[in-house]
């Protein structure tokens, strides 16, 4: 979350200083520390300690060595509570943009390979019985529907991903008279959270990203199972290529379709994740608990994990 971090920092002193509340001197030397951790830390050169818990100390206790006291600075009018919401949310949104450009690309080569087998005949099945003579082209335009809906549930995703959480505080907002909507444009929200009791308890949009990051795994995962039958000797429908088959260590002219299982197995993943958020949140009062930090690591993990299985397919 650095780059985020930054991100933020810059537009909260940016602010502090247009609203008068620390001077340009001061704006100043915060953002030039910014910007040379942000290099330090592209550059692997920067050194993380445990000691600061996590990304948000580590680059302020850096920020002290680089410009001294003033440092402090960075804090006034925020909490680590709406500097993580407003990180977090960031890190989501640019997340869900990638996961939509992988997602493109897979409906891209479905398409290409529709437009090749119009006249391919082969049978529709239910119950998975012969059913109906179909195009091939008809049977792979079905994938494509469904990765459209991936798409636009990620998509519908980012009007919640763009409120922007920065200057609720620890709960209860700041007495000093700081300018939201400033922060928002500059961090390219849409408009500024209402409640801020609601702000740093919220984690809907993660919910709803390990929701849609579940739902496209599943997807992935019928349709892995569905070429993974018709591979099979019992079916004999497809041949799949040497480069994306193993052969068995006793038996070596088998073809297993070991991809296509990691990708099958892969939602399973996804939906422990997803209950392991909800199973956090269920018994969480208002507002703030630790429990909260382990959104984190959770969707971190279905990220990669999608983002891996969509490059794959």
Not at 29 to 42: D, Q, V
Not at 100 to 110: E, L, P, R, W
Not at 137 to 158: G, I, P, Q, T, W
Not at 206 to 212: I, K, N, Q
Request: glycine share 4%.
């Amino acid at each position: 979350l650095y780059r985020e971090d930054i991100q933020g920092s810059i537009a909260h002193v940016e602010m502090l200083f247009k609203q008068k509340i620390i001077s340009f001197k001061i704006k100043n030397k915060i953002i030039y520390g910014l910007n040379k951790i942000e290099k330090e830390i592209s550059k692997n050169k920067f050194e993380f300690n445990k000691k600061y818990e996590d990304i948000h100390m580590n680059i302020e206790k850096r920020l002290f060595e680089i410009i001294g006291e003033e440092a402090g600075y960075v804090h006034t009018a925020r909490s680590r509570n709406d500097q993580v919401i407003t990180d977090f949310k960031i890190w989501i949104r640019t997340a869900t943009n990638e996961i939509n450009i992988n997602i493109d690309k897979i409906i891209k080569n479905t398409l290409k390979l529709a437009k090749k087998n119009i006249q391919t005949i082969m049978p529709g099945f239910t119950h998975l019985k012969n059913a109906q003579a179909i195009s091939f082209a008809h049977y792979l335009m079905s994938y494509v529907e469904m990765f459209n809906r991936d798409k636009k549930r990620f998509s519908n995703n980012l009007d919640s991903l763009n409120e922007n959480p920065l200057g609720v505080a620890a709960l209860a907002g700041t007495s000093f008279n700081i300018d939201r909507n400033y922060t928002t444009r500059k961090l390219n929200f849409k408009k500024p959270t209402n409640n801020s009791i609601d702000t740093v308890s919220d984690r809907d949009f993660v919910l709803d990203f390990l929701y849609a990051t579940s739902v496209c795994a599943m997807h992935i995962s019928r349709i892995a199972e569905e070429l993974i039958i018709w591979n099979s000797d019992g079916f004999n429908l497809i041949n799949l290529s040497d480069k994306v088959v193993t052969g068995s260590s006793i038996m070596p002219q088998k073809k297993n379709p070991d991809l296509l299982e990691y990708l099958r197995g892969k939602s399973g993943s996804a939906y422990g994740n997803l209950f392991s958020m909800l199973t956090i949140l269920k018994g969480l009062p208002l507002s703030y608990f630790k429990d909260l930090q382990d959104d984190k690591e959770i969707v971190f993990k279905s990220n990669d994990n999608l983002n891996n299985c969509l490059k794959i397919f």
